[in-house]
């Protein structure tokens, strides 16, 4: 049975006058969050829409292919979504410091634009620049909570699958999210998702964690996959390796980092006899031994599970954490006095994101840098 409920509205102004959009959220599940006293929603639907001044559009008929992507595979279930709502309260206090590019890039839309933050995390940019209009959404609905609490308009939606007409947005951002997508197609839709949701001429900016970290003692602390995947799913949510001589994500016990630092101690020993190696050979040039060790141990991996460590005193805020200790979804760190999850990332290697959007025909890319460990391109709608 369809949902259709109100989620919020705001008021978008025109030279003569405001109107106001509302938004709704079709949902197709009968369980519902309370993010706040007016809005109950559920995270992701496989069909939402965008109602504005009583024009409603509905979304074209899917293939099976397109639904197959927008099911969300088991290990971003449980190692991104079930991870960011259990620590979203302390992930948002340590998420307050805006990115000078981002800010930039904000700050240089006209007046009046209505922006749409895909993957708004605690929404720490949305009204950045106080002459537009924002909108954010995020999978997680914690920290939509936290949003809506803040006086934002947000609601819960899928980064593949965005709750808005076409055409809606002026621009759209995507700040560290797609390297939460565990597979090349999804990450495909993602993007393109974003291109869809903003008008011709829109443009789009896009950041993602790069292979290419400017501090590789951070990537020490992460513990690789060692194979990379298919880009297909067995059923809704179930990887399997590019061969059967590979470790199956399956297999690996993320939760747990001791044994998984054991499943991939071959790996890891192999890798590390490289570095000394490495370090070794080029001992005469500090820099020629950085860049060679990285190249060495870094740009073969790109699937991580990157720790967080939810301080003993923030996870007794909810039972959240002492159901994922029972389900061996996290572990304690009596040293650290945390709770520790993993989360999954799949880190960018250079020209990964452009090459994602090479084959759309409708946006291209306006600007690519490097900032700060990331990688990000700039796209323009344009048809």
Known sequence: MLHVLRVSRFFYKSPQSFSVLTLVHNLCHSEVFNTTGEVNIKGASNMSTLVCD??????????????????????EKKYVHHVYDAIA???SSTRFAKWPKVATFLSSLPSGSLILDAGCGNGKYLGLNPDCFFIGCDISAPLIKICADRGHEVLVADAVNLPYKTGFGDAAISIAVLHHLSTEIRRKKAIEELVRVVKKGGLVLITVWAVEQE???LVAKWTPLTEKYDEEWIGPGSPHARSPSSLLLESIPESEENSSRELVKDSKESSTEKMHETMHLTSESKNDSVVFKHERNTMNHQEYFVPWHLPYHRAEVSG??????????????DKKGAVVYNRYYHVFSEGEL??????MDNAVIVDRFYDKSNWCIILEKIL
């Open 354 to 359: 452009e090459r994602l959007v090479s084959g």
């Open 89 to 91: 309260p302390h992930f």
């Open 54 to 75: 009583g024009e409603s559009q509905v979304p074209q008929s899917q293939s099976v292919s397109s639904l197959s992507v927008q099911s969300t595979p088991e290990i």
């Open 215 to 217: 501090d590789q003692s």
């Open 320 to 333: 959240v954490s002492a159901c994922a200790l029972a389900n061996g979804l996290a572990k304690k760190d």
